[in-house]
Nanobody
Framework: QVQLVESGGGLVQAVGSLRLSCAAS????????MCWYRQTPGKERELIAV???????TYEDSVKCRFTISRDNTKNTVYLQMNNLKPEDTAVYYC???????????????????WGQGTQVTVSS
């Protein structure tokens, strides 16, 4: 089993910054992709940033040039640095990790999907 623990959310004024962290622990052989999603009430969860195991990153258009995703493979941790925050960034932020649990599963291409518990980010105007 894999556990993801998020931290770093909170209340911040517009144009301020926050840094989210998400640490994975448990039965992990190889983490492939690490992502951040966000969700507001009544809307679907939205993918906003992705980092592959080769450190390739992609971003949703509304966060490009403001948010930076990074990862520390020695700590199985993914980060989201959020700068120049806007009120419309207010949401619950979730990390997502896609990983194999063993060498055998990795060879077979069995990749499981894990979610963090979510952390609230509120940006005041």
């Amino acid at each position: 089993q894999v556990q993801l623990v998020e931290s770093g959310g909170g209340l911040v004024q517009a144009v301020g910054s926050l840094r989210l962290s998400c640490a994975a622990s448990g039965t992990i052989f190889s983490i492939k992709v690490m992502c951040w999603y966000r969700q507001t009430p009544g809307k679907e969860r939205e993918l906003i940033a992705v980092i592959s195991n080769s450190l390739t990153t992609t971003y949703e258009d509304s966060v490009k040039c403001r948010f930076t995703i990074s990862r520390d493979n020695t700590k199985n941790t993914v980060y989201l640095q959020m700068n120049n925050l806007k009120p419309e960034d207010t949401a619950v932020y979730y990390c997502n990790v896609r990983a194999s649990a063993s060498a055998l599963q990795d060879r077979r291409g069995v990749i499981s999907n894990y979610w963090g518990q979510g952390t609230q980010v509120t940006v005041s105007s």
